[in-house]
């Protein structure tokens, strides 16, 4: 059974990926909690909204801030999630999974997400963290493909795929290609 999260428990160990929304949205309403950081939380019936200049790592969640703006500076951002958009978070269980979108952005995602499909593989919160780094490593450089033979694209589809659906490590995944 799937845990259910509120106002009263939403901040222990959960992951949570809150939509940017404009400033205007908690315009002239009083914070209902400010964080000891400086965080301020706006409760509603079907969700939180969070004020925030440090989104990633929040205490002892994993909180990411989606956003379409390719404005990206650093500064006061309000994020908005439904309770149902948080989910339990622990350092010992495979609970995530590794997204790469059509812009050639990774990200890992809960396994509690709409989106999860059985095919992922599954990682926990430190082996996800490693493969996203090795990930964006392939995906943003060309240096690593000149030890094999074939067009970098295509290996580079190769390595995400035996990474992210099979499960593999980077070094097993490249052992693979080399085959």
């Known amino acids: 059974m799937e845990k259910t999260y509120g106002r009263s ?5 959960t992951f949570c990926v809150f939509d940017e929304r404009p400033l205007q949205d908690v315009a002239g309403t009083v914070p209902q909690y400010k964080s000891q950081s400086g965080s301020s ?33 650093r500064g006061m951002r309000l994020g908005f999630a439904l309770w149902t958009s948080f989910h339990p978070d622990n350092d010992t ?3 995530y999974y590794i997204d790469v979108d059509t812009q050639g952005q990774a990200h890992y995602q ?9 095919a992922k593989a599954l990682f926990t919160a430190a082996e ?10 392939i ?15 295509s290996l580079r589809t190769q390595l995400i795929h035996s990474i992210t659906v099979v499960g593999m490590t980077l ?4 052992i693979r290609l080399l085959k």
């Open 41 to 73: 939380y706006f409760f509603r019936d079907n969700g939180v909204y969070r004020l925030s200049d440090h989104w990633g790592r929040a205490a002892n969640c994993k909180w990411r801030l989606q956003s379409d703006s390719a404005d990206k500076s």
């Open 139 to 153: 995906l943003y450089s060309d240096a690593w493909s000149r030890h094999y033979d074939g067009d970098p694209e």
């Open 9 to 13: 428990n939403f901040h222990k160990h």
């Open 171 to 174: 070094q097993e995944a490249r």
């Open 93 to 95: 269980e495979k609970l």
């Open 128 to 137: 996800v963290t490693k493969r996203i780094r090795e990930i964006r490593s």
């Open 110 to 118: 809960h396994k509690g997400h709409a989106d999860f499909s059985a």
